[in-house]
C-alpha cells in the first residue's frame, strides 16, 4: 500500500527544506571542462541594465524579494546560509556555508578553508565577519542575521532553476555570466533531449526516485535530482502515474511492493553510493523491466540535492553517458 506522510518522509522533507533552498523550481525553465566555460563568461557590460543602483558610498541596493537591500558593490565576505553551490559556481568562495554544501563531495576542493556555520546558531555566522549574508525565507533568526551583516533572503521554488541562477548573478555583479550559462545550458541539454527521443522514441518515460534504504520517494519535474534536466530542459516524459501522484506536492513516498508500478523505461536512481540499502537487489527491483534491460541510471544523492550549474552540470555529463552510451 502506499504510504504518504509517515515520519522517514517527514524526515526526508525536513532534508529538503535544508538543502534545497537553491535546488529545484517551480517550473522549466561540473565536470572541468564545463565549469571553466562558467567561469570565464563575458562579464556584464558597462551598457547593460543595472541589477543595483550604485552609491557614493560603495554600496548598491539590491531588489529583494522582500524589498531594497543596501549592499556591498564588491562583497568580498559572504556567508551563504542558502544558494551556496550558486555563488560557488559563479567563481565567488563564501567565507562560511551551511552544512549541506559543506559535505557536497563536488565543492570539498572549493570549501577546503571554509567555515561551516548554521541561522541558528548566529554566532558562528558573526564569527566570519561577513559583508553580505544570503539566507532561505524558511530560516530562523533572520532578523538576528540581518543586523550581522546586510542580509538578503530568497523562498525556495519561488524563482525557477534558472532564474534563480541569474538572479544570484544580479546580487554578485554577475549577471551577464549567469544568463550566458542559462542560455548554453539550456541548449546543450536540450540538444541530448533530442538525442535520447531519437534513440528511444518520443514517447520514451523516465522516472526519477530516490532511494534512502528501506524508503522511496519518486521526484516531480522540480525536485533537484536532475529532475529540471530530464524533464524540463530534455523534455522527456514522466509515466502518468508519477505525474498524478506528485502532482500535490512535487514529491510522493511509496512502498517498495508497489514501486514497479511508478517506474518507466527507464529509471534515474539518487542514493548514496557507498550505503547498502533493502531496495536495489530486491527481488521486487529485480523484476522491473528497467533494470532487467539496463535501464537504470545511478547517482550520488549527497551531489545531486541542488539545482545550480556545477550539479546540473556533472548530472547531465552522467545522463548523456547513461542513456547514450551505457545503455542497450
Known amino acids: ?22 535546488c529545484g523550481s517551480a517550473q522549466p525553465k561540473q565536470t572541468a571542462a564545463t565549469e571553466s566555460a562558467v567561469e570565464t563568461a563575458a562579464e556584464p557590460a558597462a551598457s547593460e541594465p543595472a541589477a543595483a543602483e550604485e552609491t557614493a558610498s560603495g554600496t548598491v541596493t539590491y531588489e529583494s524579494e522582500t524589498g531594497p537591500v543596501e549592499i556591498p558593490a564588491n562583497p568580498t565576505r559572504i556567508v551563504a546560509l542558502a544558494n551556496a553551490p550558486n555563488v560557488l559556481s559563479l567563481g565567488v568562495t563564501p567565507v562560511g556555508v551551511d552544512q549541506w554544501t559543506g559535505a557536497n563531495p563536488l ?10 556555520v548554521s541561522e541558528e546558531q548566529p554566532e558562528t555566522v558573526a564569527a566570519q565577519t561577513p559583508d553580505l549574508i544570503i539566507a532561505g525565507s524558511h530560516m530562523k533568526n533572520l532578523d538576528q542575521l540581518s543586523k550581522i551583516a546586510p542580509t538578503v533572503v530568497y523562498t525556495w521554488g519561488k524563482l525557477n532553476y534558472l532564474d534563480q541562477q541569474v538572479e544570484i548573478g544580479k546580487l554578485l555583479g554577475k549577471e551577464a555570466e549567469a544568463q550566458a550559462w542559462v542560455d548554453d545550458f539550456s541548449k546543450r541539454a536540450s540538444a541530448v533531449g533530442e538525442q535520447i527521443k531519437a534513440k528511444y522514441g518520443d514517447e520514451v518515460t523516465v522516472s526519477v526516485i530516490e532511494i534512502d534504504g528501506k524508503s522511496v520517494y519518486l521526484m516531480g519535474d522540480s525536485w533537484a535530482r536532475g529532475t ?17 501522484a ?31 540499502d533493502e531496495v536495489i537487489g530486491s527481488e521486487v527491483w529485480n523484476q522491473v523491466p528497467a533494470v532487467k534491460e539496463g535501464h537504470v541510471i545511478e547517482f550520488e544523492s549527497r551531489a545531486s540535492s541542488y539545482s545550480d550549474p556545477t550539479t546540473l552540470e556533472n548530472l547531465l555529463g552522467i545522463f548523456e553517458k547513461g542513456f547514450l552510451e551505457d545503455s542497450k
Do not use: C, H, W
Open 228 to 244: 529540471e534536466i530530464v524533464y524540463q530542459a530534455m523534455g522527456l516524459k514522466m509515466p502518468e502515474k508519477v505525474q498524478e
Open 1 to 22: 500500500m502506499m504510504k504518504k506522510n509517515t515520519f522517514g518522509f517527514v524526515a526526508l522533507m525536513l532534508l529538503f527544506v535544508l538543502v534545497l533552498s537553491a
Open 107 to 116: 565543492f570539498t576542493d572549493k570549501l577546503k578553508d571554509v567555515a561551516v
Open 246 to 276: 506528485v502532482k500535490a506536492e512535487g514529491y510522493y513516498s511509496l512502498s517498495l511492493e508497489v514501486l514497479p508500478e511508478y517506474l518507466g523505461d527507464f529509471v534515474l536512481v539518487s542514493r548514496k553510493l557507498d550505503a547498502s
